[in-house]
């Protein structure tokens, strides 16, 4: 989980292929209209989530092994919404990086539909996991094989 550009994707599939998971891109899961919305530089609203946040959790309730998801689950309600439509244990992975970072990453990617115009509603809306919630934060700010190494050693020492 995390704002557009802090690397839900190329970590979420390193660490599927580390752990043994199946990786799904949640905006996979995104209805066009979302992908419209996004495209054209407008954030979108609650309302626009609900829908894809029940199909994330009720995706990762689908029986078939560990599945990761990338997904954005900026706020709590998200997040809460989503692990209750799983009916089941959900761990958060929150990718955690400094605006500066994130926007670099996002000017450098080619053929994403999120504009680097809506940074600042991603990191406006986040609100980062609590102490009580099944999540950890990694910071980003390193090569990919290191935050997938200290994913999967968190992930090893996290009681099932």
């Given at each position: 989980m995390g704002v557009a550009g802090c690397g839900k994707s190329a970590v979420g599939a390193a660490?599927?292929?580390r752990i043994g998971a199946n990786y799904l891109d949640g905006?996979?899961?995104h209805p066009p209209e979302n992908i419209d919305k996004m495209s054209?530089?407008?954030?979108?609203?609650?309302?626009?989530?609900w829908p894809?946040?029940?199909?994330?959790?009720?995706t990762l309730a689908q029986p078939g092994g560990t599945l990761i998801i990338g997904c954005s689950a900026l706020k709590r309600r998200y997040r809460d919404?989503?692990?209750r439509e799983a009916r089941g244990p959900v761990t958060f992975v929150h990718l955690s990086g400094s605006r500066d970072l994130i926007a670099a990453?996002?000017?450098a990617r080619a053929g994403h539909f999120m504009p680097t115009s809506l940074i600042d509603s991603q990191f406006a809306a986040l609100e980062p996991p609590a102490q009580d919630e099944n999540a950890m934060?990694?910071?980003?700010d390193d090569t990919l094989e290191s935050v997938v190494d200290r994913i999967a050693a968190k992930l090893e020492e996290t009681p099932s």
């Open positions: 660490l599927a292929g905006d996979d899961l054209r530089g407008e954030p979108l609203t609650d309302e626009d989530r894809w946040l029940t199909l994330v959790g009720r919404h989503i692990a990453r996002m000017s934060i990694v910071d980003i």
